[in-house]
């Protein structure tokens, strides 16, 4: 039978040794401010590192991607983000021919980028526009807008060949 060893006062990892519990396992403080109980060979061979609260920790950082999640409800930024990207290329998007298929491209290179270009939509009432329409989404061209600043800033309305006489006609 092995020598028994006294831990109390070691730290491994987050833990720190505070008493012997029931032999062979001791009383740990962890640096969250939890006391767990741990065997004294994975306290020497330093398999446990903390009460549970490093692995919970990682896991949560491994599966966060853009950190503009809360609650499975995405940031306004992210959804912005997403949607003039998707416009600009991706073809199967229903607004691409008006936005990537005629030239329009998306030169963010990150969600990180377009929030400190952009910084925090202000309200809800406002949404993305760019400054010259035929111009890229990309630094200094986006802004956010109101509705009404949208209205005033868009491409001239083009009529189709044969409307203007329909109207006429039933005007005279």
């Not at 609260?53 to 503009?68: D, M, V």
């Not at 990537?100 to 993305?128: A, C, D, M, W």
């Not at 400054?131 to 309305?157: K, L």
């Amino acid at each position: 039978m092995p020598k028994f060893m006294d831990l109390t006062g070691w730290r491994v990892g987050r833990l720190t040794v505070i008493r012997l519990a029931e032999h062979p396992r001791w009383e740990c403080l962890c640096d969250c401010g939890r006391t767990t109980l741990v065997w004294g060979s994975s306290l020497r061979t330093a398999g446990t590192q903390s009460c549970g609260c490093l692995r919970n920790e990682r896991i949560s950082q491994a599966s966060r991607t853009h950190g503009e999640s809360l609650n499975r409800k995405v940031s306004p930024e992210f959804n912005t983000y997403y949607h003039a990207k998707g416009r600009c290329e991706n073809p199967k998007n229903h607004k691409y021919p008006i936005y990537g298929g005629r030239g329009i491209q998306f030169k963010f290179t990150s969600l990180q980028q377009f929030i400190e270009v952009l910084g925090r939509r202000p309200g809800p009432e406002y949404s993305i526009d760019r400054i010259n329409n035929n111009g890229h989404y990309e630094p200094g061209n986006v802004r956010w807008a109101t509705r009404s600043q949208q209205m005033r800033n868009r491409r001239p309305y083009k009529l189709k060949p044969g409307r203007i006489t329909r109207r006429l006609t039933k005007l005279v």
